[in-house]
């Protein structure tokens, strides 16, 4: 009963988050504008409706299978504390870009802070945490959506940038040319006080 519980979770996870891939994808493709929303739109609630239906089914499905593949707990402690700080550091980043602009909405364009050494800080911390939770989890199920997520923290700067170019403009454009959309070499001459390359990314 537990296992095709579990499995229920992990498809209901899969297809919330595989909705909102999908919107994205077709944005970033330039098909529909899903997404970034600008409002809060039919888009907006339907995005963040269908998000905390996969987090909920990831702990889920990572607590009923937990370490299934017998992952060694050394391994699984450097995981956990990985997590822990990457989890910690998008949410430092969240809140430096701000509510509004975090939740795809309009707002300020934000090129200080973490924002000086990525375009996309929290997609890093997000990307990084994701794999070490499952690593963590060591369970297949939550492997499988924790691999739905790393697609679409990847998918997500991609169609953010054509609406962030329409937004700001050359200021984003100049932006854009010094700063990498998630990390590189001008990342780390931002982090030793350097001047930035351009074609950053």
Known sequence: MELSMAVVAAV????????NLVGTVTSALGWTDFYPFGERNWQFYLHWGLEPV???????????????????????????TVFVVTFAGALVAGSDLGTEETSGLEG????????????NPQYVCYIVATVAFAVLAATPLAMALCAVALVTWFVLPFAEEPWLREQYGREYERYAERVPRFLGVASARALLGEESASGAD
Request: net charge positive; no cysteine.
């Open 54 to 80: 996969h987090n909920v089914a990831l702990l889920y499905v990572a607590y009923a299978g937990w370490n299934s593949l017998g992952a060694p707990l050394g391994l699984q402690a450097v995981a956990g």
């Open 12 to 19: 209901l996870g899969a297809l919330a988050k595989g909705t």
């Open 108 to 119: 300020e364009l934000r090129t200080g802070g973490w924002y000086r050494y990525s375009r």
